[in-house]
C-alpha cells in the first residue's frame, strides 16, 4: 500500500545552516506530494505542496522538487532560522483514492 | 470561508466506557474527511477516511469504528475504550476533487484519556 518514509529526527541545526530533511513514498499512480509544519503549541499547516512529475513546490524559503525517478520529495532550505523550529510533516495524497498519509514527522531545532 | 469543529477539546474516559467524537465542517460540500491519532514519534496515523455519506474506509484494525451519518459530518466512536486509545484524535478534511489535490485543514483535536 502507499507509503510515506521520513528521516528521523531531531535534526539540530545553527542559525543560517542548510537543511535538508529527506522524504520517499511509495505509491501507486501518480500521488500528490505535500510537506506540513507543526510550529510548537499549534496545528499542522500546509508548507508546500507538488502534484506531478518535476513540479517544485516553495513556500518561505523552503522548496521541495518531486521526483518521480527516485520516488523522493526532499525539504530544502538555504539558511534556517531560529523560527524554523517546529516539526515537519511529508505527506501523500492518492490520486486514486483520496487517502491522505502522513510520514512520521521529523524535528527541526534551530540555535541561535 | 469553510471552518472545521471538533469537540470535545479534552475527554477523560475510564476503561470500558464508549467514545462519541464529533467532527463537523461548514462551507463546503462533499468534503474527503479523515480521523488521525496523532502520538510522539509516530506523526499522524490514519484511523478512517470517508469520500462521502456512508462510505468509511479503515486503515488500522483496533477499538475504534467512524460513521459519517451526514455530508459533512464524521463521527469516531468506540463501544469500550483500552487505555491503548488514550491520545490525540485529529479531524481532517480536503476538497474531493480528484484532478486538484489542495491542501487538508484540521480540527483543534481532542485529547483523549483513558483512565
Known amino acids: 500500500g502507499d507509503s510515506v518514509t521520513q528521516m528521523e529526527g531531531p535534526v539540530t541545526l545553527s542559525e543560517e545552516a542548510f537543511l535538508t530533511i529527506n522524504c520517499t513514498y511509495t505509491a501507486t499512480g501518480y500521488p500528490s506530494l505535500f510537506w506540513y509544519v507543526q510550529y510548537p503549541g499549534e496545528g499542522l499547516q500546509l508548507l508546500l505542496k507538488a502534484t506531478k512529475a518535476d513540479d517544485k513546490g516553495s513556500n518561505k524559503g523552503f522548496e521541495a522538487t518531486y521526483r518521480k525517478e527516485t520516488t523522493s520529495f526532499h525539504l530544502e532550505k538555504g539558511s534556517v532560522q531560529v523560527s524554523d523550529s517546529a516539526v515537519y510533516f511529508c505527506a501523500l495524497q492518492s490520486y486514486n483514492t483520496d487517502k491522505l498519509i502522513f510520514g512520521t514527522g521529523t524535528r527541526l531545532q534551530v540555535f541561535p | 470561508s469553510q471552518t472545521i469543529h471538533q469537540w470535545p477539546a479534552t475527554l477523560v474516559q475510564p476503561v470500558g466506557s464508549p467514545l462519541s467524537l464529533e467532527c463537523t465542517v461548514e462551507?463546503?460540500?462533499?468534503?474527503?474527511l479523515y480521523w488521525y491519532r496523532q502520538a510522539a514519534g509516530r506523526g499522524l496515523q490514519l484511523l478512517f477516511y470517508s469520500v462521502g455519506i456512508g462510505q468509511i474506509s479503515s486503515e488500522v484494525p483496533q477499538n475504534l469504528s467512524a460513521s459519517r451519518p451526514q455530508d459533512r459530518q464524521f463521527i469516531l466512536s468506540s463501544k469500550k475504550l483500552l487505555l491503548s486509545d488514550s491520545g490525540f484524535y485529529l479531524c481532517?478534511?480536503?476538497?474531493?476533487?480528484?484532478?486538484?489535490?489542495?491542501?487538508?485543514?484540521f480540527g483543534q483535536g481532542t485529547r483523549l484519556t483513558v483512565v
Open positions: 481532517a478534511w480536503t476538497i474531493a476533487v480528484r484532478t486538484v489535490n489542495t491542501e487538508a485543514f
Open positions: 462551507g463546503t460540500s462533499n468534503p474527503n
